[in-house]
C-alpha cells in the first residue's frame, strides 16, 4: 500500500517524498480512507505511530479540494485542538511540511507567551488553526478567533487534555463549534470519561486502534534495571558516561524530582537540561533546540512536557521513575523507536516501584528484561532491604524458553552495558 493507493493528491505526494516517507503507517493506511469519506473517527492510538499525518493529509486534501472548487474564504476551516504547547508547535509544522504544495495556511496558538504575534497572524487570515485550549479560549473572549466557519475539528490527545484539568476548557470550545462538520477524536487511553468526552464530539464515527503493545514489543528495545532510590543518580551516570549515546530522554515523575536530576547531573560534568510546567516556554523551547541540535545530549522531562515530542534519532529512553500509569509507560518508550526506527529504553526500578513494574508488563503483555547485574545493585536505601529478590534466584523464562538471565546478557554485549561502547 502506498500514499497514492491511498488516493492522496498530487502536491501531498510531493511533500510526502521529499519527507522520505514511502507508505503509510497502520494508523494512516486505516484513518486516511475514513476521513476521505468525510466519516467521523475515533483513533485510539499514541504519539510516534504517525497520527498526525493520519489527520493532517485528509484535512488539507479536503481544503485543497475546496480551494480549486473556488470555495474560498479567509475564515478558519479546521481546528485541531492539543494540550501542549510543543505538540501544537510540532503539529503545525507537520501541517506545513505536508502541506508546503496546497497553498493552505495554517497558524499556531499557545499560552506562555505575549499573544501580539499570534493575533497579527491570525488578523491576515489562516486556513488551519493549531491550538492549546486555554489560548483559544481566550483569544475567542477577545474576539480573535471566530469558530463558525469550521468544517474540521480535531481533539488530540483526549486523555492528557483530561489529566491536565481542560475538560471546562474543551466543553466552552465545543459549544461554539457549527454542528455540520467532521470531528476526529484521538486518544492513546479510552477509560469512561474519555468514551463519555466522544460522544459529545463524534457523531457517526469509525474506530481505528492502533494497539500500544505493537509500538513497545516490535520497536522498542527494553530493558529494567532493579536498583535502589539512592543508587538511581549513580546508574545513571555510569550509563552516560559509559555508553556515549547522542541523545537520552530522561523521564521523571515529578518537576521537583526533574530539576534535581540536571543538578546531579551536572554535578558529575554530563550538561543535562529540564523541561517541565514551570519552565517558560522560551526555557523549554531552548533546552528542546540544544537537545535536537547536540549541544546537550540529556534532556530530562516530565510527562506532560515530554509528551508527543518529536526527536529524530533519539537513542535512548530512560524511565528514571517508573509511572504508576501503566498506559505512560508505553508514551514514553514510544519516543524511542518511532515510525520505523528501532529504539531503546530502560527503567529504574525500586523496591516500591515493583508493583508498577507487574502491572506495566500485564499492559504490554511481556516480561521485560531484568538487568541485574551492575555496579549499583547492592546500593540499599535507608530503611529500604530488597525483600523481593525472587528474580534474582529463579531467572524467568519467556515464551521462547530462554531464560531473561541470559537474554540480559546479550542484551548487555550487544549493548556493552559493562564496557566503553561508542555507538
Ligand atoms: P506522530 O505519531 O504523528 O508524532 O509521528 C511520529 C513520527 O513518524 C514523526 O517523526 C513523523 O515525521 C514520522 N512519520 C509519520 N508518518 C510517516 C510515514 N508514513 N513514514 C515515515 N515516517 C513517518
Redesign the pocket.
Known amino acids: 500500500m502506498t500514499f497514492k493507493d491511498l488516493g492522496i493528491i498530487e502536491p501531498i505526494l510531493k511533500a510526502l517524498s521529499q ?7 497502520p494508523i ?1 493506511e486505516q484513518a486516511i480512507p475514513i476521513l476521505l469519506g468525510h466519516k467521523d473517527l475515533m483513533g485510539c492510538a499514541q ?7 493520519a489527520f493532517a493529509i485528509p484535512i488539507l486534501q479536503h481544503l485543497y479540494n475546496n480551494h480549486q472548487n473556488n470555495i474560498r474564504s479567509n475564515k478558519i476551516k479546521a481546528l485541531i485542538v492539543t494540550p501542549t504547547r510543543e505538540l501544537a508547535i510540532q503539529i503545525s509544522d ?1 501541517f506545513k511540511t505536508y502541506g508546503k504544495y496546497t497553498g493552505i495556511k495554517n497558524n499556531v496558538i499557545f499560552g506562555g507567551v505575549k499573544q501580539h504575534a499570534q493575533t497579527v497572524a491570525l488578523r491576515q487570515g489562516v486556513d488551519i488553526l493549531v491550538a492549546t485550549p486555554g489560548r483559544l479560549l481566550d483569544l475567542m473572549q477577545q474576539g480573535f478567533v471566530n469558530l463558525a466557519a469550521i468544517e474540521y475539528f480535531v481533539l488530540d490527545e483526549a486523555d492528557q487534555m483530561l489529566d491536565m484539568g481542560f475538560i471546562h476548557d474543551i466543553k466552552k470550545i465545543i459549544a461554539k463549534l457549527p454542528s455540520k462538520r467532521q470531528s476526529l477524536f484521538f486518544s492513546a487511553t479510552m477509560p469512561t470519561s474519555i468514551v463519555d468526552l466522544s460522544r459529545k464530539i463524534l457523531g457517526d464515527f469509525d474506530k481505528v486502534t492502533v494497539k500500544p503493545e505493537q509500538a513497545t514489543a516490535e520497536k522498542v528495545e527494553q530493558a529494567v534495571y532493579f536498583v535502589s532510590k539512592k543508587g538511581k543518580i549513580k546508574l545513571l551516570v555510569h550509563i552516560l558516561e559509559t555508553q556515549a549515546i547522542k541523545s537520552t530522554l530522561v523521564f521523571s515523575r515529578t518537576k521537583h524530582g526533574a530539576n534535581k536530576i540536571v543538578k546531579l547531573l551536572d554535578r558529575d560534568g554530563i550538561k543535562a537540561a529540564a523541561i517541565h510546567g514551570n519552565k517558560s516556554q522560551t526555557a523549554r523551547q531552548k533546552a528542546l533546540e540544544n537537545f535536537k541540535n547536540g549541544s546537550i545530549n540529556v534532556l530530562v522531562a516530565t510527562d506532560i512536557a515530554a509528551r ?1 515530542i ?1 526527536i ?1 534519532e533519539l537513542a535512548l529512553v530512560v524511565n528514571y521513575d517508573l509511572p504508576n500509569i501503566p498506559e505512560t509507560y508505553v508514551h514514553r518508550i514510544g519516543r524511542t523507536g ?3 526506527a528501532s529504539g531503546i529504553a530502560i527503567s529504574f526500578c525500586d523496591q516500591e516501584e515493583r508493583a508498577y513494574l507487574r502491572d506495566i508488563e500485564k499492559l504490554i503483555r511481556q516480561k521485560i528484561t531484568v538487568i541485574d547485574k551492575h555496579p549499583f545493585i547492592d546500593f540499599k536505601d535507608e530503611n529500604t532491604e530488597r525483600k523481593d529478590n525472587s528474580h534474582k534466584n529463579k531467572p524467568q523464562r519467556n515464551s521462547s524458553g530462554t531464560s531473561h538471565r541470559n537474554r540480559n546478557n546479550n542484551y548487555k554485549k550487544r549493548r556493552g552495558f559493562n564496557s566503553k561502547n561508542k555507538r
Open positions: 519527507e522520505g516517507y514511502t507508505h503509510p503507517t494512516q504519539t510516534g505511530t504517525g497520527k498526525t499525518a507537520s508527543g518529536d529524530d518511532r515510525a520505523k
